[in-house]
């Protein structure tokens, strides 16, 4: 238990550290931000996501600060402007940490995608309360031996979840908007390509509380202020826009 306490100590204590440190308190593209619709600059020349999302093997692990599926050698891949991302890991923010209009939502899933060079883009899915979201379903037992594990198990510690449906992950992409920010957790690098999904998915109130049970105290309200846009450009990806441009 106290070995427990102790990994979650200094994990908290290192992300202290990476907030004043790094580009988290001094980057001035930072991430997540407030998106405006009618400020968003519609982009003829932006392409649908091509998202190779199939089934794949997968670890889930609480970080202290969010609950992440990871991905090793996944052959999961997303097209960001001709180039191929392969997806790593994904993890949740509670609320939302993107907002629309000023509005905020009850959920943000980030999917982050690396290429063999270090560039990340990383799709966003905002959820509301409302039906059940088939997704977690996949993982519900794994959230439940998370959160019952509590103090005996090592923060970091991944559990094997098994063969995970990506599939249901792709739908939604017929608008979306992009911006060049951050990530939004220590070190906080920049130049990350973000891609917003406009339709929002729902879940439950109790599987939005399951999946943020295995975290501690605060940690269960992970998500990173607004930042500043600071001139930056934020795009908008329409495909019924561009079908009847192009008619």
């Not at 199939?54 to 599926?69: E, K, M």
């Not at 001709?82 to 905020?104: A, D, M, V």
């Not at 990350?192 to 406009?198: E, G, P, R, Y």
């Amino acid at each position: 238990m106290a070995t427990a306490k102790k990994s979650a100590f200094f994990a908290a204590l290192l992300y202290v550290c990476f907030l004043v440190n790094h580009a988290c308190d001094h980057g001035i593209n930072q991430s997540p931000i407030d998106i405006v619709k009618d400020e968003a600059v519609y982009n003829l020349q932006l392409e649908p996501l091509e998202r190779d999302y199939t089934a794949t093997n997968a670890t889930i692990v609480d970080n202290v600060f969010n609950i992440a599926l990871r991905y090793n050698d996944t052959a999961e891949t997303v097209k960001v402007g001709g180039i191929k991302y392969k997806l790593k890991q994904l993890h949740w923010h509670s609320p939302s940490e993107h907002t629309i209009n000023g509005q905020r939502f009850a959920m943000e899933l980030h999917m982050v995608h690396v290429t063999d060079d270090g560039n990340i883009t990383v799709v966003a899915i905002l959820y509301r309360y409302g039906k059940p979201d088939p997704f977690l379903f996949q993982i519900k037992d794994q959230l439940a031996e998370l959160y019952s594990e509590g103090c005996k198990a090592e923060k970091g510690d991944p559990l094997p979840v098994g063969v995970v449906d990506m599939t249901e992950l792709k739908q939604g992409a017929d608008r979306y908007y992009r911006y060049v920010g951050s990530l939004t957790a220590p070190p906080c690098t920049e130049n990350v390509i973000w891609n917003i999904l406009a339709e929002v998915r729902e879940m439950t109130k109790e599987q939005a509380v399951d999946l943020m049970a295995p975290l501690e105290g605060s940690y269960r309200r992970n998500s990173r202020p607004l930042q500043a846009l600071n001139g930056r450009m934020v795009q908008l990806y329409d495909r019924s826009l561009k079908i009847r441009k192009m008619l």
